[in-house]
């Protein structure tokens, strides 16, 4: 049972997103829901997965599947994920010349793309929450100011992601690990 579930979260998501970050919000949603994660996990997959190498949403997929249901519980996830994709683009391909100018579409991806913006917004102020507000309910101080940081290499001085974060897992341990903050 908790395999189908899982696979039917995951079609759920890849039917209702459009894959990277469009989908965080809806992992997040299904994996606290079912009880299979608390938001701190769900930050861990997303910073995990956006780490490794591969999507960002099969990533989370990977992730969510083997700590809800072990090796094959990630396979079922990725399976889930991607049925609505295989589906769609078999469809699409049939119908791609009849689609190319078609005024409809164009409009309902004119309403959908906000739509999209908006769910990430959501998450990233769920995130944010999750890793900047320590257990008492206070700030914790140290992440705030690292994430801060972090922002302005990205921004301002054009770092990498990947350097970024490698940076900041050095961070992490010097400050969370050795010095115990």
């Known amino acids: 049972m908790l395999l189908l579930e899982l696979f039917w979260s995951f079609v759920k998501i890849g039917f209702t997103s459009f894959g990277g970050l469009s989908m965080i919000p809806l992992i997040s949603s299904e994996m606290i829901s079912h009880g299979w994660m608390n938001a701190h996990e769900v930050s861990d997959i997303v910073a995990i997965a956006e780490?490794?190498?591969?999507p960002l949403?099969?990533?989370?997929?990977?992730?969510?599947?083997m700590r809800a249901a072990g090796i094959f519980g990630a396979f079922i996830a990725n399976m889930g994920a991607l049925a609505p994709t295989f589906t769609?683009?078999?469809?699409?391909?049939?119908?791609f010349d009849h689609f190319r100018d078609n005024k409809r579409?164009?409009?309902v991806m004119t309403g959908v793309r906000p739509a999209c913006v908006g769910m990430v917004?959501?998450?990233?102020?769920?995130?944010?929450?999750?890793?900047?507000?320590?257990a008492g309910g206070g700030v914790n101080v140290p992440s705030a100011v690292l994430g801060v940081v972090d922002l302005v290499l990205l921004l301002r001085f054009k770092v990498s992601?990947?350097?970024v974060l490698l940076l900041s897992a050095v961070v992490g341990i010097i400050l969370?690990?050795?010095?115990?903050l």
Do not use: E, H, R
């Open 51 to 54: 780490m490794t190498p591969g």
């Open 57 to 65: 949403g099969l990533n989370c997929a990977t992730f969510a599947g």
């Open 105 to 107: 579409l164009g409009q």
């Open 161 to 163: 992601i990947p350097k």
């Open 121 to 134: 917004a959501g998450v990233v102020i769920d995130l944010a929450a999750a890793n900047y507000i320590d």
């Open 176 to 180: 969370f690990g050795v010095m115990g």
């Open 88 to 95: 769609l683009c078999a469809v699409a391909a049939v119908f």
